[in-house]
């Protein structure tokens, strides 16, 4: 099993700044596409942003430019960084990571729990 534990969110002022990170652990191989979703209430869980152990990363438009994701591949770590944050962005924040597991290699699909961030106006 692959375990993922978010930490850093809160509550944070409009404008502000948050980090969060996320630290993978367990039994895999590698870990492939690392990557940032969040859902707010009444609303499906969105993709935030991405990035692959080669680094190429990838954005939703509504955070382009604020926020900005990096991970450790030698930590197993992900973060993700969130600037001029607006009241919209309040939701849970997941990680989630793509595990390559086993002799046969192959890929797995795994989700943190979750860390809350408000944005007050």
């Known amino acids: 099993q692959v375990q993922l534990v978010e930490s850093g969110g809160g509550l944070v002022q409009a404008g502000g700044s948050l980090r969060l990170s996320c630290a993978a652990s367990?039994?895999?191989?590698?870990?492939?596409?690392m990557g940032w979703y969040r859902q707010a209430p009444g609303k499906q869980r969105e993709l935030v942003a991405t990035?692959?152990?080669?680094?190429?990363?990838n954005y939703a438009d509504f955070v382009k430019g604020r926020f900005s994701i990096s991970r450790d591949n030698a930590k197993s770590t992900v973060s993700l960084q969130m600037t001029a944050l607006k009241p919209e962005d309040t939701a849970v924040y997941y990680c989630?990571?793509?595990?390559?597991?086993?002799?046969?290699?192959?890929?797995?699909?795994?989700w943190g729990r979750g860390t809350q961030v408000t944005v007050s106006s």
């Open positions: 990035t692959t152990s080669g680094g190429s990363t």
């Open positions: 367990g039994n895999f191989v590698s870990i492939n596409v």
């Open positions: 989630n990571a793509v595990a390559t597991r086993g002799s046969l290699k192959l890929d797995y699909l795994y």
